[in-house]
């Protein structure tokens, strides 16, 4: 093959291969334009297609980084209660509020028995001294009347009984002994004594009632609103710790509440009960006196000589 003959066939090859090129062009230019459409119709379509159902979002909570929302119930439940004891006063049920009011009424009384009582004590234990001196300073009966005058209390209502008995007996005096006088003297001082020990006793009672009663009557409240606080637990059907809290607590202040009455009751109610039993050793003693100066005045009454001596 000559030079000539040799590039005319290279050119006829290049040319068959610029024509084969040119026929493969657009065959693979579609596929490269199609691919990303095809990839992108699922993420964000622009139209629903007939029989299909649009997809939905997934919720917030599946998203990286989202923090889930509570529901109103939920945030009604965990919100802070107020739990001061007049906030839980006010939180709790009409039984257990009722329960505390009387409680609180009672520890008011017990207060108010304590500062009364103990002014009746402190100056019933003063006229009973000053009447138990004057007796002991008497040497017959009728000086410790005198002593005594119209002051009152029971010093001065045991040398007048003592009086009026041997006034009343003086006319049988010159025939029998003073031993009947003697005894009906001391019936008489000692009804007097039982009758102030009495009158000083009186409110007392109630301190006993109260330190006695009060526990239980709170335990009651407790009872009933434990029983409350479970009920709302059940409905609430959650047992975190801000829904039983504040109902196990309010429950709670009813026995404090009791106690809190209660034992003020029982401390006042001894001390008042050794209060009174001094001052019924102060009358004793006093009506000791009484009966002494009885016994003495029969005694001048039966020896003639000694009301003589004593004139001159």
């Known amino acids: 093959m000559s030079r000539n003959g040799l590039l005319a066939a290279l050119a006829a090859i290049m040319l068959s291969a610029g024509n084969a090129a ?10 490269v334009t199609t691919a990303p459409a095809a990839q992108a119709a699922p993420v964000a379509p622009t139209s629903p297609v007939a029989g299909q159902v649009p997809p939905t979002a997934p919720p917030p909570a599946s998203q990286p980084g989202a923090t889930a929302q509570p529901e109103p119930s939920a945030i009604s439940l965990t919100l802070p209660h107020d739990l001061s004891p007049w906030g839980m006063f006010m939180a ?6 009722a329960v505390m009011t009387g409680l609180a009424f009672a520890s008011l009384v017990t207060w ?13 234990k003063l006229g009973a001294r000053r009447a138990a001196r004057a007796i002991g300073n008497a040497a017959t009966l009728r000086q410790a009347v005198r002593a005594l005058g119209n002051s009152g209390g029971p010093g001065a209502l045991l040398v007048q009984a003592a009086e009026e008995e041997a006034a009343l007996s003086a006319g049988a005096l010159d025939h029998v002994t003073g031993d009947g006088l003697k005894e009906r003297v001391t019936s008489r001082l ?15 009672g109630v301190l006993a009632t109260i330190g006695s009663t009060a526990p239980f009557v709170g335990l009651f409240g407790t ?18 710790l801000a ?18 009455a209660a034992i003020p009751a029982v401390v006042i109610y001894n001390v008042f009960a ?10 004793a003693d ?22 003589a001596l004593a004139a001159e």
């Not at 000692?190 to 007392?204: D, L, N």
């Not at 209060?275 to 102060?282: A, F, T, V």
């Not at 006093?286 to 020896?303: H, I």
């Open 243 to 260: 829904v039983v809290a504040p109902g196990i607590a309010e429950a709670l202040l009813a026995t404090a509440m009791g106690l809190v």
């Open 286 to 307: 006093a009506s000791a006196g009484v009966e002494r100066l009885v016994s003495r005045d029969l005694d001048f009454r039966t020896v003639p000589q000694v009301p």
């Open 112 to 124: 108010t028995v304590w500062l009364a009582k103990s002014l009746e004590i402190l100056f019933g």
């Open 92 to 97: 709790a049920d009409v039984i257990v509020k």
């Open 274 to 283: 050794r209060s009174i039993s001094g001052y019924r050793q102060i009358l």
């Open 190 to 204: 000692s009804r007097i004594e039982a009758a102030a020990a009495r009158r000083m006793s009186r409110g007392t």
């Open 22 to 31: 040119a026929q493969e062009q657009p065959s693979t230019q579609p596929r």
């Open 223 to 240: 009872v009933w609103g434990i029983m409350n606080a479970f009920i709302g637990i059940s409905q609430a059907q959650t047992t975190n």
